[in-house]
């Protein structure tokens, strides 16, 4: 039995008008299983390399899905 997967759909594009929304790195508990290191060293260099309001700029454009719990943690 072959595995159907729905079609991809990207996340849309936030609303221009919505602020970013900040959080601290330690108030997330990332729900991936693995994360290869290379690609988080890459992001690393990348995001070193760039200006703070550039990195600000590139994330607004860049939704990020968070969940929050039922006990409010995201």
């Known amino acids: 039995m072959a595995l159907r997967l729905p079609p991809f759909e990207p996340l849309p594009p ?14 997330l508990h990332p729900t991936q299983l693995c994360v290869g290191l290379a690609e988080v060293r890459s992001r690393q260099a990348d995001f070193q390399a760039e200006s703070g309001r550039d990195r600000r700029d590139y994330l607004g454009r860049k939704p990020v899905p968070l969940v929050r719990g039922g006990d409010g943690t995201l």
């Open 14 to 27: 936030p609303p221009a008008d919505l602020p970013l929304l900040e959080v601290p790195i330690a108030a």
